[in-house]
T-cell receptor
Framework: KAGVTQTPRYLIKTRGQQVTLSCSPI?????VSWYQQTPGQGLQFLFE???????NKGNFPGRFSGRQFSNSRSEMNVSTLELGDSALYLCASSSDRVNTEAFFGQGTRLTVV | QQQVKQSPQSLIVQKGGISIINCAYENTAFDYFPWYQQFPGKGPALLIA?????SEKKEGRFTISFNKSAKQFSLHIMDSQPGDSATYFC?????????????FGQGTRLTINP
């Protein structure tokens, strides 16, 4: 069974630009969560999607948004990039409401210059 | 506010020794406590997890001890090996029906000296 796939692995963007990151969950998994990982703040929850609906949201500004498609693939978008958005963005997938195990992808390393 | 505090920030253990990482939480509305292991350049990998109705869970060399009354849980790595050198994160999941949000500790960088 293939794991969680995130693309691209690395991105360099300029301040003010926007970026879209993609996550393909494990086959059969319907829940996708996104996290931001930085050395200073650690791993912080961004949002979770289940069956194309946002089920939970963390404390991030509205510049961070996401969506999920009918095949459970998810995208997150960051608009008007700031230097502080440089981070490793991780996606985690889970099978359903009962199964609580979350499996992470390798992440997308975003650098804002 | 839902927080998980993890200690120590870094830990050095000799090969064959026991590595112990501790976490404490402030909110009782958590129902699932996983530990993740992360190697440089990789995403976190689920190591072992426990629910609050169990006081201890063991999988191979890894054991979680859970103290519900003290709101603390810890990871013990027995017979630590150089390959265990990684960053370890404890986490807790709020008891929200159907939600998969995890609250993470700040991480512990573990180094096993050969």
């Amino acid at each position: 069974k293939a794991g969680v796939t995130q693309t691209p692995r690395y991105l360099i963007k300029t301040r003010g630009q926007q970026v879209t990151l993609s996550c393909s969950p494990i086959s059969g998994h319907r829940s996708v969560s996104w996290y931001q990982q930085t050395p200073g703040q650690g791993l912080q929850f961004l949002f979770e999607y289940f069956s194309e609906t946002q089920r939970n949201k963390g404390n991030f500004p509205g510049r961070f948004s996401g969506r999920q498609f009918s095949n459970s693939r998810s995208e997150m978008n960051v608009s008007t990039l700031e230097l502080g958005d440089s981070a490793l963005y991780l996606c985690a997938s889970s099978s359903d409401r009962v199964n609580t195990e979350a499996f992470f992808g390798q992440g997308t390393r975003l650098t804002v210059v | 506010q839902q927080q998980v505090k993890q200690s120590p920030q870094s830990l050095i253990v000799q090969k064959g020794g026991i590595s112990i990482i501790n976490c404490a939480y402030e909110n009782t509305a958590f129902d699932y406590f996983p530990w993740y292991q992360q190697f440089p350049g990789k995403g976190p990998a689920l190591l072992i997890a426990i629910r609050p109705d169990v006081s201890e869970k063991k999988e191979g060399r890894f054991t979680i001890s859970f103290n519900k009354s003290a709101k603390q849980f810890s990871l013990h790595i027995m017979d630590s090996q150089p390959g265990d050198s990684a960053t370890y994160f404890c986490a807790a999941r709020p008891r929200l029906q159907g939600a998969q949000k995890l609250v993470f500790g700040q991480g512990t960088r573990l180094t096993i000296n050969p």
